[in-house]
């Protein structure tokens, strides 16, 4: 495997990363106004991720800079490309972060409802776009032979996107609920375990459906084929494990479908980065956009040492914080 | 008005905005923590109870500055995507270091240090707000060192086929000379920044309350007047080599810094003038000589290049076309920069002064300028990177690509505007919530000395939210 491979395998890695983990954090944000039935519930809701989601949110940053790094004209097609779904995302997140630091500050249930619609909004959209993004990534969108998107806002909104759109918050928000069953205690974890059981027979429809549509349809590739049944099994296996009240394996479940449905989406992908519908010449690919031998090798370096740090030191704050949270009345 | 003028207001005001709150990440982290480790050693609850104040005002200034940073890596490929696609190969490299190595320390051990404190050892909780404050301090030499390879490209060979530049040597990209210098002058920039900010809030309570808290406060006050004045002293020193390098490698910006059009030998430096600056009228004009001879090449007889000189040398170099940046925008950036710097370090030296053997600031100006001392620094440091950036113009790469070759080209007119627009106004709306904030919490106060080491979820609940969301 030569090193432009090398990384494509690591920005399908670093977007495995975001999603698993800032998926939860999505999922937690859209329950703190629909779930929580007060400020004490949504104040337990958002303590779940309140020590790691900044951390997750570093996963986005690092996958885009890898991407920028490894493959400059990915980034720069994609991102100047979808403009506006990037342009949303950024708001989106912005919103959400201020809201998580600043909700608390003011003793003022006005306040903290502002914050809460801000951290709905804001953990909505990005999971939403992001789905949208993904898969038009997969699907190709209009590129010229210079490699400049040549489409318009219409061209992203595609039937395909959209359903990837809908299936990244249905997965989202049952992943959530999941991790929400898992960290709480009390009547939330109960509540929340039933939001999942509600939700997860039909957000592993929909990934089923949206994996079947790419798979069978758009990317024909037994590799990534595979995949995607493993994904599929590994969100049936989390709806049954909730069943059981199984949070844990619930929850390893989920995680394990959206990897494994990331997977499938980048090794269908592969050795495109992203297609062109329109000039065949426009698609970018694997060896064609890959930065230079030597880049890639200092960035292979620097990763091969300090990304098993993260690991360690990430999973080590998720150790600290792995007492489930109580519900704290004021 | 076109894309390319809208993407380069968008970043301009986007940038600047972001680097209001990043000082006070970079120069307060470490004073936070500077704080626990003085509670950690002594068991003072002074310490402890300073700790836990500005680690508030710390925090409420961190979230502003992670999220405006989100902005800034998106925007290179959305506006700027030839950019990114002809720099990608070198300057993503830093860029994917600042997060791995920088962001992830940054954001988990910071997460740990505000959730952490009934939950990890007293020592290993103090070493958690370090290695938040080592990450912030690293991702700033990560950015330093891609944008300094902007100023003076380094480190690289040009591809012949594609004609963009292709790394050849990352340890030249990172010890650039102009990213060696940039670096601690914008660190001790950050901790001008910080330490204005704690002389204002102290002074305030000192002040404005007095009785309350008074010998934590004077602590914080004096801390703070030494941090401003060191930090002032090391902005100096490192400004000046920085200038030395910047003639060597950027003579044009230097020049446009004087509006000096004519070599001269050797040459003053105009601390003000009235006029045109386009060097055919002079109105009135006081001028120290000798003085930018000595700025630029640390000899003060040197022969200092004109922009008309250089002008011509680049139109030879590069072709036909202007390469000097608009002269009045760098000429009083560059003293906006330096005059508030060293303004804000006067008053942070006249304010110890007057503290000085338990005395309490009484003057009504001193204190006015006290409260208002933070505002110096951070508009000194915005000057610095205005008279950074369009000092540079009109290269977006210096020597290399211009910043009209690096604009998305299918990026529209309307798209640019909109984000443009919609930043402005979600970032000017942020701006007073956050300044809002910030004054409320500056001005509660130190928590109660009986207060728990900072609340956390599952604790009971506080009548005035303190770290926890």
């Known amino acids: 495997m030569d090193l432009s491979t090398v990384w494509f395998v690591a920005v399908a890695a670093l977007f495995v990363g975001y999603f698993v983990l800032e998926g939860f954090d999505f999922g937690v944000g859209m329950l703190v106004r629909l779930f929580g039935r007060d400020d004490a519930e949504r104040r337990q809701l958002i303590g779940t991720i309140g020590p790691v989601w900044d951390g997750n949110e570093v996963w986005l940053i690092t996958a885009a800079g890898a991407m920028f790094a490894a493959f400059p004209g990915w980034y720069a097609t994609l991102f100047s490309g979808f403009y506006v779904p990037m342009l949303l995302i950024l708001l989106a997140l912005i919103v959400r972060g201020v809201a998580f630091e600043f909700r608390g500050k003011r003793d003022d249930p006005a306040w903290r409802r502002r914050w809460d619609l801000a951290i709905l909004c804001g953990s909505t959209v990005p999971a939403v776009l992001w789905g949208l993004t993904f898969a038009n990534i997969v699907r190709g969108v209009p590129l010229a032979a210079d490699h400049e998107y040549v489409g318009g806002l219409a061209d992203l909104l595609n039937p395909f996107a959209l359903l990837g759109g809908l299936v990244f918050l249905a997965v989202f928000l049952w992943h959530g609920a999941v991790f929400v069953a898992l960290k709480t205690e009390g009547e939330v974890r109960v509540r929340a375990n039933r939001l999942a059981a509600r939700v997860g027979p039909l957000a592993a429809a929909l990934l089923a459906g949206f994996l079947a549509w790419m798979l069978l349809d758009l990317r024909r590739t037994p590799a990534a084929a595979a995949l995607g049944v493993a994904a599929v099994v590994a969100a049936v296996l989390a709806v049954a494990a909730n069943r059981v009240r199984r949070e844990g394996w619930a929850f390893t479940g989920t995680a394990a479908a959206i990897a494994l449905a990331v997977v499938a989406l980048f090794t269908a992908l592969y050795p495109a980065l992203l297609p062109s519908t329109a000039d065949p010449a426009g698609t970018l690919t694997v060896a064609g956009a890959a930065a230079s031998p030597y880049s890639l090798k200092v960035m292979s370096v620097v990763a091969a040492i300090f990304l098993p740090l993260v690991l360690l030191y990430q999973g080590w704050t998720y150790w600290v914080f792995r007492k489930r949270l109580g519900l704290t009345r004021s | ?469």
């Not at chain 2, 405006?68 to 950019?83: K, L």
């Not at chain 2, 920039?189 to 002389?199: D, K, P, R, T």
């Open chain 2, 1 to 469: 008005m076109d894309a390319l003028d809208v993407a380069r207001w968008q970043f301009g005001v986007t940038t600047i905005y972001h680097f209001l709150f990043v000082p006070l990440t970079i120069g307060l982290g470490p004073l936070v923590a500077t704080l626990q480790t003085l509670w950690y050693r002594t068991g003072n609850p002074r310490y402890l109870r300073l700790t836990h104040f500005y680690g508030k005002l710390f925090l409420i200034n961190f979230a502003m500055g992670v999220v405006t940073g989100i902005v800034q890596e998106f925007q290179f490929g959305m506006n700027w995507s030839d950019y990114s696609r002809f720099v990608g190969d070198v300057f993503g490299a830093p860029l994917a270091m600042e997060a791995l190595l920088a962001f992830f320390l940054e954001s988990t051990f910071l997460g740990l240090w505000i959730f952490g404190w009934k939950k990890l050892p007293k020592g290993i909780h103090l070493a958690t707000i370090w290695v938040a404050a080592i990450g912030s301090v690293l991702s700033a030499y990560f950015i330093l060192a891609a944008n300094s390879w902007m100023q003076n490209p380094v480190g690289f060979a040009m591809n012949p086929e594609t004609g963009r530049p292709v790394l050849t040597d990352i340890w030249a990209v990172l010890t650039n000379k102009v990213a060696l210098i940039t670096f601690p002058h914008t660190i001790a920039a950050a901790f001008l920044v910080a330490g204005a900010l704690l002389v204002a809030v102290s002074l305030w309570h000192v002040t404005r309350r007095p009785g309350t808290d008074t010998g934590e406060h004077r602590f914080a006050l004096r801390l703070g007047a030494w941090v401003t004045l060191a930090a002032t002293a090391a902005v100096v020193v490192t400004g000046d080599i920085q200038g030395k390098i910047m003639t060597e490698v950027q003579p044009m910006k230097m020049a446009a810094a004087e509006a000096l059009y004519q070599s001269e030998q050797p040459a003053g430096f105009s601390v003000f003038t009235v006029g045109t600056l386009d060097g055919s009228r002079e109105v009135f004009a006081i001028k120290i000589p000798y003085l930018l001879s000595f700025l630029g090449t640390g000899d003060p007889t040197a022969r200092v290049e004109g922009i008309n000189d250089i002008q011509a040398r680049y139109a030879a170099e590069y072709g036909p076309g202007s390469y000097a940046p608009i002269v009045p925008v760098t000429y009083w950036s560059f003293r906006a920069m330096i005059g508030l710097g060293v303004a804000a370090a006067l008053i942070a030296l006249w304010v110890l002064w007057a503290q000085r053997r338990g005395r309490t600031p009484g003057n009504r100006w001193l204190v006015r300028a006290g409260l208002a001392l933070p505002l110096l620094p951070l508009a000194a440091s915005t000057a610095g990177w205005i008279f950074t950036e369009m000092g540079r113009q009109p290269w977006i790469v210096f020597g290399e690509l211009l910043t009209r070759d690096g604009v998305s080209r299918s990026v529209s007119l309307t798209e640019v505007l909109t984000s443009f627009l919609a930043f402005t106004l979600i970032y000017a709306v942020l701006a007073v919530i956050e300044a809002r904030l910030l004054l409320r919490y500056a001005k509660a106060g130190l928590p109660p000395p009986d207060a728990a080491p900072a609340e956390e979820p599952d604790d009971t609940a506080e009548s005035v939210p303190a770290l926890a969301y």
